[in-house]
């Protein structure tokens, strides 16, 4: 078994609040994050997927097909947009590093899976200092 | 003369658009930058000061003191903020690195230069691959 | 289950040496790093928690909390200090990254788990291409 | 259980073909890799080792021993070399980051576990955004 | 005046050697890099121009225009390429990081200069630790 | 004029203190920096030499020979050693940051210009966040 990861990025801006509380308590809990002008960062998303390297190319997975994958089923649903506001996927959850990253896994597991290969983990930075993982 | 610089970073919404045009002209000229449910950055700022280093300290500054004057003066203007709404010295422009690594030089340099040494350089990057630069 | 990691730094002295030995068997074993006047490194911490997204923050753990219990319970106590003479969790230990690890996890281990979050792992980097790993 | 990694470099130049193709066929699935002239790229290379600290040092490892044993097993063969041509470890492989790694996995764990410690992954990073790992 | 650097990179092979030389005199002048199989390395190219920002869109330049006049230009030449047999630009010259960024400066700059812009400076990493700059 | 830069590093421990001033004076001014029990860094050097490139090499000056000086005459008299104590160019000098990089060009320049290049800038980095520069 051979793990390959292939990075990405995208730029989004988004806002923690929960609708049901008060400013004051979204203030407190979710600090600067819940500034209702919105903020934004820089995302940088590891995608790793697993299998035996196959015979004929040497390959677990065509780096450059995983590539296409994550463009055509993430980046473009994601990069420049407003998390909160225009991403289906995410509609009606808050727009945490942690429910991103599984709304990520969601959509990506069926397409990588239509090939012959596992996703096994996507790992999301939020920032340079703040990044989740998700394992299924 | 010895350069002195230290790096902060601030994370932001934004969005470009010229307002006196169609949304087909601003999504011409600045593509997905035009989002009007806008996008944002992990942006990261270098700011370089100048000077002679005092006899009794070593120091061209004290980048501890640097740090707090870029705190007090831009990050906690600019971090979790819609550069284009929340943002005083950015009122009336256009909220590319260009105008904002500008307007981030007109607030630093009186700050800076109360204290004897001079603002050199900023560095502004919008992205790991895109930084602009300015020198007054 | 979804992991949480967030990243810190701290600058300190340290030496390797082992009391009980000669200088020359210290050098052997321990190189440059046994120099009796100390050097020293930027460290660099990955903190990583687990456990599920909270249903009304969409958080496994508030990442602001996350880093105000790392600074106060580790980066106060190591941060411009000596290891081997001014950290009590790490007396009569040698100063390996190893051990430094290993003790830091048993400071933060408790402070974390009063919230509702595992700690599942600690990554320290000595150097930009030496690091530790540690899940208790 | 402590978790060592010491991280190295190497330049090589490679190709990715199956002889047993047309150039069409190549091209289809390696696209530029399969350039006949060969290209190249700056690996990275994680090892990772692990094992209960020595009461005598606080190591899992010497990481200079580590560092020794990876530059004379791997990066003298492999360093400024052409994957293809030169490397034996590599004759009659597809030189994929895939096949790369379980090739070093090979050369490294039987002179690493000379020593009383685990080998436990070694990741390769063939750009800055495509990485492999293997743990036997 | 502000100055914009948009980041972009390449993968190639390459050899230094000087064919006048004998193998033992090029051998002692470029070491491992005069290996007649070639090596490679994964380049990254720092393009920076200047001018003032245009009044109806804050820019200096258009970065994602500047991105594609990088790649039509450069990249698209030497990128899975050999630089010594592949690149018209570099024909009959010894393909030192000297060489390379001097000649792609003489690409670049009539196509950025179409445009109402100066190119200022392009930098070359030929690894994270060499790089070159040249500014005409 | 092409530049050539070479990055180096080296660890090392200091302190900054005016053995002039009470301890109260140098923790105001030198915060934890003046820790008695000293502290320390990974420091990064970034050494810049210019010239026109050679007809029979296309080198600036041989990166090799560089890297070379640079640990001859740098990276032996500092990695692992204390810079207040050990160093024999710091003898009588603060050690700050913009003192050692005015210590180092001193150091460096003379064993440079014995070949037929111009040392032009160093730049050092105490951390990843701050950095000086001296251009002699």
Redesign the interface.
């Known amino acids: ?9 995208f ?4 806002r ?1 609040s ?1 609708e049901s509380w008060t400013e004051e308590k979204n203030l407190e ?5 819940s ?1 209702p ?6 995302y940088e998303i590891h995608v ?1 997927v697993k299998g035996e ?1 196959n015979a ?5 997975f ?3 097909t995983l590539g296409i994958i994550i463009n055509e089923t993430i980046i473009e649903k994601v ?4 998390l909160n ?2 991403v289906a996927f995410m509609k009606g ?7 991103l ?2 709304g990520i896994w969601c959509e990506l597991k069926p397409e990588i899976e239509k090939h012959s290969v596992q996703l096994h983990c996507i790992r999301l930075y939020e ?9 299924g």
């Open positions: 078994m051979v793990y390959l990861t292939r990075v990405e990025h730029n989004a801006a988004h923690l929960n809990v979710f600090g600067k994050c500034n002008n919105w903020h934004g960062h820089n790793t390297p004929t190319t040497g390959f677990v065509n780096a450059k990069d420049h947009k407003n506001l225009d959850k808050f727009t945490s590093a942690e429910n990253v599984m920032t340079p200092r703040i990044y989740v993982e998700y394992f």
